[in-house]
């Protein structure tokens, strides 16, 4: 069992940046690749980023490529997701997963734990 703790979120105006926490406690991180989503009100849950264990390679949605970032430090059992140029369009709970995989995946049905979520708050 892994438990998730995300942390970090907030209320920021528009153009300005946040960095959100993902701390893993309850068995080894080693193995299990990291990914982020999100979901607004009245939506589906979107992928936003996601990082393979065996690789680190990492990849994004379309809507935040470019302006976000996933990182590891598997020394804290930790993953971040720095967010950059916010928009109000990124107003959303954020829910960081854990997959029992060393590949990564975009698709929310994969992952195996999951975080509460923090609420994320552009202003505009």
């Known amino acids: 069992q892994v438990q998730l703790v995300e942390s970090g979120g907030g209320l920021v105006q528009a153009g300005g940046s946040l960095r959100l926490s993902c701390a893993a406690s309850g068995r080894t991180f080693s193995g299990y690749s990291m990914g982020w989503f999100r979901q607004a009100p009245g939506k589906e849950r979107e992928f936003v980023a996601a990082e393979s264990w065996s690789s680190g390679y990492t990849y994004y949605g379309d809507s935040v490529k470019g302006r976000f970032t996933i990182s590891r430090d598997n020394a804290k059992n930790t993953v971040y997701l720095q967010m950059d140029s916010l928009i109000p369009e990124d107003t959303a709970v954020y829910f960081c997963?854990?997959?029992?995989?060393?590949?990564?995946?975009?698709?929310?049905?994969?992952?195996?734990?999951w975080g509460q979520g923090t609420q994320v708050t552009v202003s505009s």
């Open positions: 997963a854990a997959r029992s995989s060393v590949i990564a995946s975009s698709s929310s049905l994969s992952y195996d734990y």
